[in-house]
């Protein structure tokens, strides 16, 4: 698991460093992707950070021109994050790069074995982190 991840996380660590933004920069960027306009509570409990950890790291990105964060329509209190097209093209970049060598490692292992890591991946999630992942598979917070 160690090297895997290693491998895994190898291109866009380049990228990331290069606009001295680390992976913290990139979880961010991923799951605002993922749910558009969620907010920085829902954002909290998917990342399992700190608040003052993840205001850092969204205070780079929205300072940087990467994420934009809205008022809230029905609860002004709740502030709305989403990618611009900048942070839409940066988090591309980054998944792309992960998407090659996934697309790569899937074709050499075949169907079977894609399908059997899959599961050992979901099995290896808490209960609580894997109803989240499902609600986020399915488009819901």
């Given amino acids: 698991m160690f090297f895997a991840y290693r491998g895994f996380?190898?291109?866009?660590?380049?990228?990331?460093?290069?606009?001295?933004?680390?992976?913290?920069?990139?979880?961010?960027l991923h799951f605002i992707h993922s749910a558009p306009g969620t907010t920085v509570n829902n954002?909290?409990?998917?990342?399992?950070?700190?608040?003052?950890?993840?205001?850092?790291?969204?205070?780079?990105?929205?300072?940087?021109?990467?994420v934009e964060s809205r008022v809230g329509r029905m609860d002004k209190r709740e502030r709305h994050l989403h990618l611009t097209v900048e942070g839409d093209a940066l988090e591309r970049q980054l998944a792309d790069a992960q998407r090659v060598r996934m697309r790569t490692a899937f074709r050499e292992a075949g169907p079977e074995a894609v399908a059997g890591f899959r599961r050992v991946l979901e099995e290896m999630m808490d209960p609580e982190m894997r109803r989240q992942y499902h609600a986020l598979r399915e488009g819901r917070e």
């Fill in 9 to 28: 996380t190898a291109d866009p660590d380049r990228i990331l460093d290069e606009l001295s933004y680390g992976r913290a920069h990139h979880r961010a």
């Fill in 43 to 66: 954002l909290l409990a998917i990342l399992g950070v700190t608040k003052q950890s993840l205001n850092r790291v969204l205070r780079t990105l929205i300072g940087d021109g990467l």
